[in-house]
């Protein structure tokens, strides 16, 4: 359940989609692979899939290059990959096929639980249905590495939540190598044990959900205190009715000494933390 990538580059024309990125995730584990948009996630999602090659580096899925071993990976993304005339009922049967260790029963419940009639062409489908169609192949797979991009377009918020709760119950049953890419990052943050931020096609930032939590704060208080806190400058800093307040992030900042200082502190959302990561990493640049 490993995933490694080594100086992966790709480019589409002149555009460099992936920049010599290098990561390794090693499951079982639901990790996150986030990013701004355009920052490269789907290339890179699409390559451990083996739907598209790179140009130059090398990854190595589970021991094998990806489209040597395509069946031990899961790809659910947002477009939906299903042929638009199949039926319900014809997609969950493809994929039964397709996968090696499919589970019929479990897709049969995931069915009746997001309410999908099994009759129902996948073109007929309303894009909240589509998105429940993809969680269910991706979920029924078992396949030992399973991707999720963007997989919850057009799912409502009780839908979606229905989705995480699954994703926990069937990483309990079952533990594999999750990797969901989203926008939606606050509402799915709780999900990931680590993190990967990729930007401009390199990766920023590869951390275990816990330490990125201990790490990253806000300091708020009077400007000189919060100045005087640390000599390194913090990621974003802004002042609001006399106080300042900075986000930080690194070994190199202390919680605990901040409030020591009577400074008030408190977590950021990951979502925060990626812009102003993301912002750092183009000197500004929104
Ligand atoms: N088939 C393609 N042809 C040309 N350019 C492409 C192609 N696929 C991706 N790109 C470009 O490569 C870059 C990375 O795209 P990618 O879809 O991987 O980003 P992403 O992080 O998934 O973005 P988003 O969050 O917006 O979906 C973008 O600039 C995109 O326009």
New binding site residues.
Partial sequence: MNVQFDHVTKT??A?M?LNRLSFTMKGPKIVGML???????????NMIAGCIFPNDGSIDVNGYPPATKQSSVCLINESGNFNKEFTVKDTVKSASLFYPNWDQKRADELISLFQLKRSKKVKSLSKGMESALGIIVGLASYSPVTIF??PYIGLDAAFRSRFYDLLIEEFEREPRLFIL?T?LIDEAAKLFEEIFI?HD?SLILHKDAETLREESFSVTGAKKDVMELNGKSPLHRKEFAGRTTAYVFGPEWNRHEAELHLLETSAIPIQELMVHLTNSHTGGRK
């Fill in positions: 589409f024309g555009h989609a990013g701004r948009n355009g920052a490269g996630k789907t290339t890179a999602l991009d963007e890419s926008h990729i096609g």
